[in-house]
T-cell receptor
Framework: GQQVMQIPQYQHVQEGEDFTTYCNSS?????IQWYKQRPGGHPVFLIQ?????EVKKQKRLTFQFGEAKKNSSLHITATQTTDVGTYFCAGSDYKLSFGAGTTVTVRA | NAGVMQNPRHLVRRRGQEARLRCSPM?????VYWYRQLPEEGLKFMVYLQKENIIDESGMPKERFSAEFPKEGPSILRIQQVVRGDSAAYFC?????????????FGPGTRLTVL
């Protein structure tokens, strides 16, 4: 099955700074989905990328799907305290194969 | 428009007891997925069900675990003779069509603690 790896595992960010989390797959993905999970909460769908080289933006969040459809990234600009949580990427072939996530903490 | 509902939200069991976790999908969704999340880890797929059918149970342990999604009522994940290693958060998700590009909507989860 699909194996999805994410780095870094932890990201400590100063409020106002930017950061990027990366996702890599051992196989070509038909699509990739990103979720956010707050501490003690459940995964909440953020976005889905389907096309090779696709870039999508949601306010301060920029999502990118690699040309080979084997990697993806999430870039957050001007980090806020509301960005705290764990960000997961997941490959989908109807069941989701999640990466281990990047847990983000923010220093005010 | 209610989202995915799971109950109980927290469940405590002693070793050897049975745990029953319930999931009601979003209205109009006939595809249900169960995932398990150990502390500090990502979610791991367990089983995918449609009404009255198990489509894929490749992620579910062959012993002690079973799942169903009857024609009427919620989907049930059942764990018999629980052990400490079963302690985890169990999330249910539902989707409308079941295809690879279908968005899955997650419930709040059931946190199982085995004493």
């Amino acid at each position: 099955g699909q194996q999805v790896m994410q780095i870094p595992q932890y990201q400590h960010v100063q409020e106002g700074e930017d950061f990027t989390t990366y996702c890599n797959s051992s196989t070509t993905l038909s699509n990739i989905q990103w979720y956010k999970q707050r501490p003690g909460g459940h995964p909440v769908f953020l976005i889905q990328l389907v096309k090779s080289g696709e870039v999508k933006k949601q306010k301060r969040l920029t999502f990118q799907f690699g040309e080979a459809k084997k990697n993806s990234s999430l870039h957050i600009t001007a980090t806020q305290t509301t960005d705290v949580g764990t960000y997961f990427c997941a490959g989908s072939d109807y069941k989701l194969s999640f990466g281990a996530g990047t847990t983000v903490t923010v220093r005010a | 428009n209610a989202g995915v509902m799971q109950n109980p939200r927290h469940l405590v069991r002693r070793r050897g007891q049975e745990a029953r976790l319930r999931c009601s999908p979003m209205k109009g969704h006939s595809h249900v997925y169960w995932y398990r999340q150990l502390p500090e880890e990502g979610l791991k797929f367990m089983v995918y069900l449609q009404k009255e059918n198990i489509i894929d149970e490749s992620g579910m342990p062959k012993e002690r675990f079973s799942a169903e999604f009857p024609k009427e009522g919620p989907s049930i994940l059942r764990i018999q003779q629980v052990v400490r290693g079963d302690s985890a958060a169990y999330f249910c998700a539902s989707s409308p069509k079941g295809g690879p590009t279908d968005t899955q909507y997650f419930g709040p989860g059931t946190r199982l603690t085995v004493l």
